[in-house]
């Protein structure tokens, strides 16, 4: 009774504009994830596409959402508005959806997932912004907190969707894509009625900037760099969720219930978050990314030897906590390994570097898959985990190193 009281006490008060932009990222999110949970199916099944396609239309809409996050948030900082771009990003994913059940073929299916990350990237530095400007300073935690509670609501009620959809429409899966359109276009209505945009403060008028110059890269110490290396190598290891709906689809999984791996997936996540957060305050955050590491290792290697739907399951529950363990470390590490005058300059860089891996991992993921089968994939995930887990434990015995010398 007292947790549920202290729980109100977190999102009473909160602003109006908070909820609705929680709202809008769960409806988006049931309709993105209910789109994302049958499409491997789609594009193997129903178009007959090679894994090396589905590696290039996961990875390369990725890296496209993951880059453009640095610049959008750029754009909106020059313009001093957040609403246009946010509605310009949502709109841009909630029109690509109509594009999934029409699509006859991988072109076209690529289109529509590009554009739909193409949003998202547009879409969420601005989002970010403006929960922190709409809600009081001593509110902002709870004021992220609702709206991450939210958005992972609709991270698993998706899937979910498209488990009693399929049934209902007895496995049609053209039928079910349509029926992600709805919660997108409610998102864009809410988004549009419902949120008001705080006014500018006249003192904020300086322009945002990122400078990716060559004086700004000689200035960044070597453990950025590392940071940087090893970032890169634990997203090698963390291709694109769509080779946990393929795996499972191998092992034996009906189609109609493929969409389960994600919502085991994000109960997994969601789960682990908190109690991570509390690991990584009591403990530091260099020890809670090595026990998402070990996680990651874990989950690629029963993976690689699952035969039936349930070994599926257990890795793709280790998989949720390996994401739960991790998230926002690696952001972390390069706040604190950058120098303060340069930190705009890590960030972008971190960002590009970690976009392009995603690219490269996942068209890697559908090669080693085409040509290995499934074991290759995940067994060379788990190898590019455990090299990155190797870097981080090198880079932090050298900073202890250096900080003994020193002494």
Not at 135 to 144: K, L, S
Not at 177 to 188: G, K, N, Q, V, Y
Not at 334 to 340: G, Q
Not at 387 to 394: D, P, Q
């Amino acid at each position: 009774m007292e947790a549920g009281k202290g729980a109100h006490r977190r999102y009473a008060g909160l602003p109006s504009g908070i909820w609705v932009l929680g709202f809008v990222s769960m409806l988006m999110d049931i309709s993105s994830e209910l789109v994302l949970s049958l499409l491997p199916v789609v594009m193997t099944t129903v178009l007959g596409a090679s894994m090396v396609s589905v590696g290039l239309v996961e990875g390369f809409s990725e890296a496209t959402a993951s880059i453009l996050k640095v610049f959008s948030g750029v754009w909106s900082d020059r313009m001093r508005r957040r609403k246009p771009l946010a509605l310009l990003g949502y709109g841009m994913s909630a029109l690509s959806k109509p594009l999934f059940p029409l699509s006859g073929s991988v072109g076209v299916l690529f289109f529509a997932r590009f554009s739909d990350r193409v949003g998202k990237g547009i879409r969420d530095a601005p989002r970010d912004a403006l929960i922190a400007e709409l809600a009081p300073a001593e509110r902002r935690g709870a004021a992220y907190g609702l709206r991450q509670a939210l958005d992972s609501a609709g991270a698993f009620l998706g899937p979910l969707g498209a488990v009693a959809l399929m049934a209902l429409f007895s496995n049609h899966i053209r039928t079910v894509l349509w029926a992600a359109t709805l919660p997108a276009m409610l998102c864009i209505l809410l988004l549009g009625a419902g949120l008001k945009e705080p006014p500018r403060k006249d003192e904020a008028k300086e322009a945002g900037t990122i400078a990716f110059g060559m004086a700004g890269l000689s200035g960044l110490p070597v453990s950025y760099w590392l940071v940087v290396l090893i970032g890169a190598l634990f997203t090698m290891a963390r291709f694109s969720d769509a080779f946990l709906v393929l795996k499972a689809l191998a092992s034996g999984l009906p189609a109609g219930q493929v969409p389960l791996v994600l919502v085991v997936m994000n109960l997994a996540y969601s789960g682990i978050s908190y109690p991570a957060g509390l690991m990584a305050d009591r403990f530091g955050g260099r020890l809670q990314l090595i026990a998402g590491i070990v996680m990651l290792v874990c989950a690629n290697l029963v993976l690689a030897s699952a035969r039936g739907p349930v070994a599926v399951m257990v890795g793709v529950v280790l998989w949720g906590v390996h994401l739960g363990l991790t998230q926002g470390i690696l952001s972390k590490l390069v706040a604190d390994s950058a120098p303060t005058a340069l930190l705009a300059t890590g960030f972008g860089i971190f960002n590009l570097v970690l976009g392009i891996a995603v690219l490269v991992s996942s068209l890697m993921a559908g090669m080693l898959w085409q040509v290995f089968g499934p074991p290759g994939t995940f067994l060379a995930g788990a190898l590019f985990a455990a090299v990155s887990g190797a870097g981080m434990l090198a880079q932090w015995c050298g900073a202890a190193i250096a900080r003994s010398g020193h002494s």
